[in-house]
């Protein structure tokens, strides 16, 4: 990612006036997406959520659920077109060092196992695979595991 572009990207909080791009984004990306009534809830329920954008652009979103020692990443999404660019990483790094600053130990997420570069990145980010959710995902032919991963901070 080049420096202008990166320096005119913002992360800010999500607000329900986005739902629309980002369920977009959402069923652009994603097989079995998410709902509306899942980002609106999780709002609701004050999980930290975030969206990436780039002045009017909302290039994508993350919401992650934190307990008193750890944060688990529920969603993170980038737009196609802003893929293999860096963003991914640069939302993913905000929400690890918005778990280190309320003195979470450890961050996890899941992973669809089909999901070859999301994988790769969250290990290049220092997480680990921990164990494995037989049968997590809903899947084009019944159904997929889950990699659970964890990053110890």
């Known amino acids: 990612m080049n420096s202008t572009l990166q320096s005119t990207v913002e992360i800010r909080p999500m607000q329900t006036s986005d739902l629309d791009r980002i369920i977009r984004i959402e069923r652009e990306i994603f097989l079995f997406p998410w709902s509306v009534a899942n980002f609106a809830d999780s709002i609701k329920a004050g999980y930290v959520c975030q969206v990436l954008q780039q002045t009017n652009i909302l290039m994508g979103y993350g919401i992650m659920m934190m307990s008193p020692e750890e944060a688990?990443?529920?969603?993170?999404?980038?737009?196609a077109n802003w893929q293999s660019r860096g963003f991914g990483k640069k939302l993913l790094q905000y929400l690890i060092d918005y778990a280190k600053s309320a003195h979470a130990k450890s961050v996890f997420l899941d992973v669809r196992e089909s999901n070859d570069g999301a994988a790769q990145l969250y290990k290049k980010m220092g997480f680990r695979h921990i164990a494995t959710r037989k049968g997590y995902y809903p899947a084009m032919c019944g159904r997929e595991d889950a990699l659970v991963m964890q990053l110890m901070l």
């Open 72 to 79: 688990h990443v529920l969603t993170l999404g980038i737009a």
